[in-house]
């Protein structure tokens, strides 16, 4: 009998690891110098221990934290007036912003669902996406390689609609749904939507051929912040 395929999971990441990736980038260069500096304060066999929490978002050792804490506590004292404004940013991450399953059409353009129909079906909780508002997965390839298929995105709403030239977001606009590139367009009031897979074709002409929109009428854009890629394990 086969083993059943395990589900892909985002990694959880514990609350004192949240905040201790937050103090470490408020006081590196101020209460010590680098990683293998603080290493040898919080009884690190060497630095490597220290980039695996901060890059690779190893959990910590509770006792690790508190040592930390212990150390450098006069630092920390004079962060009192922040220090609501941390807390909620711990919270936040470790509530994480909300994934929603949405699907694409099976049309040559990729055309999602609206996410306001679903409900969300987890959380990405990770540093670096703390002003993401919500997440979304990849489905289709017109956007390969930079999202592949299959992948979470982390996104952020422009509410403004000043859109970055070149940046990827997610657009809806229309009945349409999608993820595209935005490029200048000829005029001030619209944008190129380009996709990054150029390779496939249909007939003699691109599968995935730029088109134009008015800015107008992009009902709602998010800037994509930070990509997920699933694993093939």
């Not at 040898?40 to 934290?65: C, H, M, V, Y």
């Not at 804490?69 to 920390?76: A, D, I, N, Q, V």
């Not at 004079?78 to 994934?99: C, F, Q, W, Y």
């Amino acid at each position: 009998m086969e083993d059943a395929p395990k589900p892909n999971k985002i990694k959880h990441i514990r609350p004192e690891t949240l905040e201790f990736i937050i103090l470490y980038n408020q006081l590196r260069g101020k209460a010590f110098n680098g990683n293998a500096q603080l290493a040898e304060a919080l009884g690190f066999n060497n630095a490597s221990s220290i980039t695996e929490i901060i890059k690779s978002r190893q959990n910590i050792d509770p006792d690790k934290l508190k040592i930390f804490k212990e150390k450098y506590g006069s630092y920390l004292i004079d962060k009192k007036n922040t220090a609501n404004s941390e807390n909620t940013i711990v919270r936040k991450l470790s509530d994480g912003i909300p994934m929603y399953e949405i699907i694409a059409t099976a049309s040559g353009v990729e055309v999602y669902n609206d996410i306001n129909d679903t409900h969300p079906v987890g959380h990405m909780n990770f540093p670096g996406i703390e002003d993401c508002d919500f997440a979304l997965p990849v489905w289709g390839h017109s956007m390969y390689p930079y999202l592949e298929n299959g992948c979470w995105v982390a996104l952020k709403i422009i509410h403004d609609k000043k859109i970055l030239p070149g940046e990827v977001y997610y657009i809806e606009w229309g009945d349409y749904r999608m993820y595209k590139r935005l490029l200048a367009g000829d005029n001030d009031d619209e944008v190129i939507a380009h996709s990054d897979n150029i390779t496939e074709t249909s007939g003699n002409r691109p599968k995935y051929a730029p088109f134009v929109i008015k800015i107008a009428d992009i009902k709602k854009l998010c800037l994509v912040k930070d990509i997920h890629k699933k694993h093939n394990h």
